[in-house]
């Protein structure tokens, strides 16, 4: 019986995935660190470039020490797994404007992630592995390290108590004004996606030491992810030259300038990070709560004919369709939602004249929208001198009281602060007070038949379900009863044109010739 010949065949594993390295910049913010940085460099896990293609850069700041040679030195003489390239600034940047440089190599080289790492060896580099993760597996866009997750691990750690307390006080009123839920806002030890640098204005950032607090708010500004994961405390000599008052003054600035930007009061460049998608997008529904918008549905009829005048964002159009109305809109953006209206009209008010016959409707809205013409005069006696915008039609209009007591208080304080939204909207190129409105209109040969003055949107600011801003809502109300040039937010007016000299004069020869007949 012959032995049957084997078939060999070789068989050639299968090709395992390999996931791409993400290139990994571990940034070391350096100042007078000659005794430490070849500790901090030392302690940085060899295993990380099992899963990044890392680089080590470090950044002297001008520091009066031999820092910048230490580094150099360590960088050549330790058996580093990873390339070490060390940066001397000629003049002392600041710690926020270190970061600033180092952030900007990391964009212009190409970096996935960038770790910030302190020179004394405050925020201990051994974990860095852990906190890399919530970024790699791109559920995170900036990681915190956090003192405070622990309970009572940075005082264990060596926090000084009166910075334990202050650091407590201020995060909790960062937390409150920024509605967010950080056990600290000033831990140093922070890793980001480039990326999300990129986003954001960082470069408008303080150079000192609330460089910190500006950029946590832009990246909730920009809807960015933030994750908090435990680190040990340890304090160095770097920290020590942070004056606290003058920090927690700079902290608290930043952030209700911050809070006051959402409500358009003030204007900072560096936190104007939000994204958004459209021309209209920064605009609210105020519909439930006394508005120009509750105003004009409570007076418009139901089935009426309306031609809502630059209302893109549409929040009109879904109620006063519930109402059985006809709803024509016309405005420079496209409607967010396009079923709101029955027809859309794409035009820039600025171009003469507005393309629609006002003989099809009832009823015109401009809803803070004359305030962004660049020649309201003129619009305005165009709207006049329109023989199809008879004395019957009812036009409902509203626009931001410059003269609100707000306004007045910041400018005598030196403030006249265009914002995103609000009153001094950075689109806005008129300003009017209830007087000037009423005089623009007036004088083009138009009635205001109804002048009301409208409070500030309270609940928009502090949450709808707010105790404290309905109070706030109610009080300024009453206020508005009192003296409405000043505590009126926005003016709604009723507007009705007036005959004018050519119609005037047909009615009085149709008159003379019916009376001619009659006597006749």
């Known amino acids: 019986?012959?032995?049957?010949?084997?078939?060999?065949?070789?068989?050639?594993?299968?090709?395992?995935?390999t996931r791409k390295k993400l290139k990994l910049l571990i940034f070391i913010v350096a100042y007078n660190a000659q005794k430490t940085i070849r500790s901090v460099l030392t302690r940085i896990p060899a295993t990380l470039v099992d899963d990044y293609d890392v680089e080590v850069l470090i950044i002297d700041d001008a520091s009066q020490d031999e820092t910048f040679a230490e580094g150099r030195r360590a960088g050549a003489e330790e058996d580093l797994q990873f390339p070490v390239t060390v940066l001397f600034n000629p003049v002392n940047q600041g710690y926020g404007g270190n970061q600033k440089i180092g952030f900007h190599y990391a964009i212009q080289k190409g970096f996935d992630i960038v770790a910030l790492v302190h020179g004394d060896g405050q925020y201990a580099p051994e974990c860095l592995p852990e906190l890399l993760t919530p970024l790699r597996e791109d559920k995170a866009d900036a990681v915190f390290g956090s003192r405070m997750i622990s309970r009572g691990g940075a005082l264990s750690g060596g926090?000084?108590?009166?910075?334990?307390?202050?650091?407590?006080?201020?995060?909790?009123?960062q937390n409150r004004l920024l509605r967010s839920n950080l056990s600290e806002f000033h831990s140093g030890?922070?890793?980001?996606?480039?990326?999300?640098?990129?986003?954001?204005?960082?470069?408008?950032?303080?150079?000192?030491?609330?460089?910190?607090?500006?950029?946590?708010?832009?990246?909730?500004?920009?809807?960015?992810?933030?994750?908090?994961?435990?680190?040990?405390?340890?304090?160095?000599?770097?920290?020590?030259?942070?004056?606290?008052?003058?920090?927690?003054?700079?902290?608290?600035?930043?952030?209700?300038?911050?809070?006051?930007?959402?409500?358009?009061?003030?204007?900072?460049?560096?936190?104007?990070?939000?994204?958004?998608?459209?021309?209209?997008?920064h605009y609210a529904p105020k519909l439930d709560f006394p508005s120009p918008h509750t105003e004009v549905l409570g007076r418009i009829k139901?089935?009426?004919?309306?031609?809502?005048?630059?209302?893109?964002?549409?929040?009109?159009?879904?109620?006063?369709?519930?109402?059985?109305?006809?709803?024509?809109g016309i405005d420079l953006f496209t409607p967010r939602?396009?079923?709101?209206?029955?027809?859309?009209?794409?035009?820039d008010l600025n171009i003469r004249p507005v393309p629609v016959s006002f003989d099809a409707f009832d009823?015109?809205?401009?809803?803070?929208?004359?305030?962004?013409?660049n020649d309201p005069e003129s619009f305005v006696e165009d709207l006049r001198m329109n023989p199809t915008f008879t004395p019957d039609r009812r036009l409902y209009l509203s626009t931001g009281n410059v003269g609100f007591g707000m306004a007045r208080l910041l400018l005598l304080f030196g403030q006249f602060n265009y914002g995103k939204r609000g009153i001094l909207d950075l689109t806005h190129t008129r300003l009017f007070t209830s007087r000037t409105i009423v005089k623009l209109f007036e004088q083009a040969g138009f009635e205001v038949t109804e002048l009301k003055g409208i409070p500030a949107p309270f609940p928009l600011a502090l949450g709808e379900k707010s105790m404290i801003g309905r109070a706030m809502l109610k009080f300024n109300q009453l206020m508005i009863r009192l003296w409405?040039?000043?505590f009126a937010y926005q003016i709604f007016l009723e507007i009705r044109n007036r005959p004018t000299l050519a119609t005037l004069l047909e009615n009085s020869v149709k008159s003379s010739e019916d009376r001619a007949k009659n006597v006749a």
């Not at 019986?1 to 090709?15: E, G, W």
């Not at 139901?302 to 006063?320: I, K, M, Q």
């Not at 209206?341 to 794409?346: G, H, L, N, T, V």
Request: hydrophobic share 35%; charged share 25%.
């Open 302 to 328: 139901s089935r009426e004919r309306v031609l809502d005048v630059g209302g893109a964002s549409g929040y009109l159009g879904e109620p006063l369709k519930e109402k059985g109305c006809a709803v024509t």
């Open 337 to 347: 939602n396009p079923d709101v209206y029955d027809r859309f009209i794409q035009h």
């Open 189 to 281: 030890y922070r890793l980001y996606k480039v990326q999300t640098l990129a986003d954001v204005p960082f470069e408008l950032n303080s150079n000192v030491f609330h460089f910190d607090t500006d950029i946590i708010i832009q990246l909730m500004i920009a809807g960015k992810r933030i994750v908090e994961l435990p680190i040990p405390t340890y304090y160095g000599d770097e920290i020590c030259n942070v004056d606290g008052l003058r920090y927690a003054w700079d902290v608290t600035k930043s952030t209700f300038k911050a809070r006051l930007q959402e409500y358009g009061l003030l204007y900072e460049r560096k936190f104007d990070c939000a994204n958004q998608e459209s021309g209209h997008d």
């Open 159 to 173: 926090m000084p108590l009166y910075k334990f307390v202050g650091n407590k006080i201020l995060t909790s009123m």
């Open 1 to 17: 019986m012959s032995q049957a010949k084997k078939k060999i065949t070789s068989v050639t594993p299968a090709k395992r995935k």
């Open 363 to 373: 009823v015109v809205i401009m809803l803070d929208v004359i305030e962004h013409l």
């Open 484 to 486: 409405p040039g000043f």
